[in-house]
């Protein structure tokens, strides 16, 4: 069975830095894109970073660009999000996302939620003002 598992969410004052870990199980996902998205209270669920299989290849949220960094280390099998300069907007629960598709796709494949067939149960960032 293939489970995606969040850690690393919390509260954190505004400025601050948090690392949100996503470890993957039940099957690899080197070949495949793995990203982040996230919902605030009252939201509908966003796309904030995504990475395709080749890790060195990229697509932020707007918003975040500068301040978050994702990474993957494909032989543990994890994926990682560096959140540096938190901003109150930054508040959501933020999930992790592994295709199930394998190659590379046009930079839209990245952003559509209907893209990943792999959720995890998200992790609760709170950032103070």
């Known amino acids: 069975q293939v489970q995606l598992v969040e850690s690393g969410g919390g509260l954190v004052q505004a400025g601050g830095s948090l690392r949100l870990s996503c470890a993957a199980s039940?099957?690899?996902?080197?070949?495949?894109?793995m990203g982040w998205f996230r919902q605030a209270p009252g939201k509908e669920r966003e796309f904030v970073v995504a990475s395709k299989w080749k890790g060195s290849v990229t697509y932020y949220l707007d918003s975040v660009k500068g301040r978050f960094t994702i990474s993957r280390d494909n032989a543990d099998n994890m994926v990682y999000l560096q959140m540096n300069n938190l901003k109150p907007e930054d508040t959501a629960v933020y999930y992790c996302?592994?295709?199930?598709?394998?190659?590379?796709?046009?930079?839209?494949?990245?952003?559509?939620?209907?893209?990943?067939?792999?959720w995890g149960q998200g992790t609760q960032v709170v950032v103070s003002s």
């Open positions: 039940g099957r690899t996902f080197n070949n495949n894109a």
């Open positions: 996302a592994a295709s199930n598709s394998r190659g590379d796709y046009s930079s839209n494949y990245y952003y559509r939620q209907t893209s990943y067939a792999y």
